[in-house]
């Protein structure tokens, strides 16, 4: 995506004004800035909670929205018309054009159709907003392993199925913004969540390779891991704040943003809630080395003498990619061998 346009805005004399996104490369006056108008998104479930915020934020902004919902219970049993007509219709009433999708993400059938969905009707896809889920808790020693797939297939494989014909139409169109929900309870970790978390983790990795190719065809991937109070994180979660702080109005934004033409960064997990924008990010060590042909082959003894320096986060890197860590790995033998030849 170009982050220069034509001005959006009637009213606006682009010989004076200071707007952004206006060929006259200025600030804001006119309004155009983070102007979503002419831009078609799809969100999946946009029926309630987070999902629905998300789609009357894109709408608000001039966005054409998709609103996806198969309106299951928070377990993902059954469906429902209603959630997704509901904000559908919410959004034309405000003035904004959408439509209602209740096809499942679960499936690479439900994907492939969901994306042409769009396409048939508005003729196209530029943002595409990975929402949809469901929970089940349970200890790990209480889990039916039998049952997994049945959240695995909706966080993870939805991301999937929805994300990959999404992203063959924004290659082809050479622009595009796709965005992730993951979780911090994937991240960092919460009593009980063992699947969920593990499909909020597989979410990351998808995100950390898909970056790696995406942005050459002018695409943009990133996620959000939102904190808000809905019906899926129960009142418990956040029963520190009142309502009005930890709504899914205080995330919306955010989506918004990386939706946008404006959007550049690529590939970021950024902690949304309660008034926080936050950077979530993976780090390396400066660790423990042992030279493995001038000191020997590492030993388990060598890991439980150094434990500390192995843990000490002092002068971390962030390596780019998978690469990127590996030649901090050579480099460290490369540069012994060199030190130990050249006294």
């Not at 209603?82 to 499942?104: D, F, H, K, M, W």
């Not at 033409?261 to 690529?266: G, I, M, R, T």
């Not at 439980?304 to 998978?322: C, V």
């Amino acid at each position: 995506m170009t982050s220069t346009r034509a001005c959006t805005n009637a009213q606006c004399d682009c010989a004076n004004c200071t707007c952004e996104s206006c060929e006259c490369q200025g600030s804001n006056s006119c309004g155009c800035y983070l102007n979503l108008k002419g831009r078609i998104a799809v969100v999946t479930g946009a029926g309630a909670g987070l999902g629905r915020s998300y789609a009357l934020e894109l709408a608000a902004r001039g966005a054409t929205v998709l609103v996806n919902d198969i309106g299951a219970a928070l377990d993902g049993a059954g469906t429902n018309n209603s959630p997704a007509q509901l904000v559908a219709r919410e959004i034309v009433a405000r003035g904004g054009t959408a439509v209602a999708n209740t096809t499942s993400v679960a499936t690479p059938e439900g994907g492939e159709a969901i994306i042409q969905h769009a396409i048939d009707e508005f003729g196209g896809v530029d943002i595409l907003v990975n929402n949809a889920g469901n929970m089940r808790l349970s200890s790990f020693a209480k889990l039916d392993v039998r049952t997994i797939h049945e959240l695995l297939d909706v966080h993870l494989g939805g991301a999937f199925y929805v994300t990959h014909p999404a992203y063959a139409h924004m290659m082809q169109q050479e622009r595009g913004r796709i965005v992730f929900t993951t979780s911090g309870l994937g991240i960092f970790g919460i009593y009980g969540a063992d699947v969920y978390a593990a499909a909020k983790g597989g979410i990351d990795g998808l995100l950390s390779a898909l970056r790696l190719e995406c942005e050459r065809w002018g695409v943009k991937a990133n996620a959000v891991a939102p904190m808000a109070r809905t019906r899926m994180s129960g009142d418990d979660l956040y029963a520190e704040l009142p309502n009005e702080a930890v709504g899914p109005e205080h995330v919306a934004p955010v989506v918004m943003y990386l939706s946008s033409d404006e959007c550049s960064v690529n590939g970021e997990i950024w902690s949304v809630g309660a008034g926080s924008v936050a950077r979530v990010f993976t780090a390396r060590t400066g660790g423990y080395y042992k030279h493995p042909t001038r000191e020997g082959v590492l030993s388990a003894n060598d890991v439980a003498a150094h434990l500390r320096e192995i843990m000490d986060m002092t002068g971390y890197s962030e390596p780019e990619n998978w690469p990127a860590e590996w030649k901090l790995v050579a480099d460290l033998y490369q540069n012994s061998t060199s030190i130990t030849q050249n006294p």
